[in-house]
């Protein structure tokens, strides 16, 4: 079965980086044709995409979020990251990590982590 597991501290300072750590079990993350991704959803807005990392290393990141992002993986933690540098309060959300399957469907998801800005 796979399972997904977000890591990561829950509150973080104005202007400092967010670090958040996806760790995954039961699947293999450098096989075709999944890709990793990371979601979050801010208080009392939808979710949206933050980026993705593909079977193949490859990343992607949504252009309409005006944030600096870094997706990274090591493949033999079976972990995949997400790094948000110069957060600020609009970066409070419950940030997510999932496996996108064919058709762009998110097959399985990790439960979610609280992350608030401080300002």
């Known amino acids: 079965q796979v399972q997904l597991q977000e890591s990561g501290p829950g509150l973080v300072e104005s202007s400092q980086t967010l670090s958040l750590t996806c760790t995954v079990s039961?699947?293999?993350?450098?096989?075709?044709?999944?890709?990793w991704i990371w979601v979050r959803q801010p208080p009392g807005k939808r979710l949206e995409w933050i980026g993705y990392i593909t079977y193949s290393g490859t990343t992607v990141y949504n252009p309409s979020l005006k944030i600096h992002t870094s997706i990274s993986r090591d493949t033999s933690k079976r972990q995949f990251s997400l790094q948000v540098t110069s957060v600020t309060p609009e970066d409070t959300a419950v940030y997510y990590c999932?496996?996108?399957?064919?058709?762009?469907?998110?097959?399985?998801w990790g439960q979610g982590t609280q992350v608030t800005v401080s300002s």
């Open positions: 999932a496996r996108v399957g064919a058709s762009w469907f998110l097959d399985y």
């Open positions: 039961g699947a293999s993350m450098t096989i075709r044709p999944y890709f």
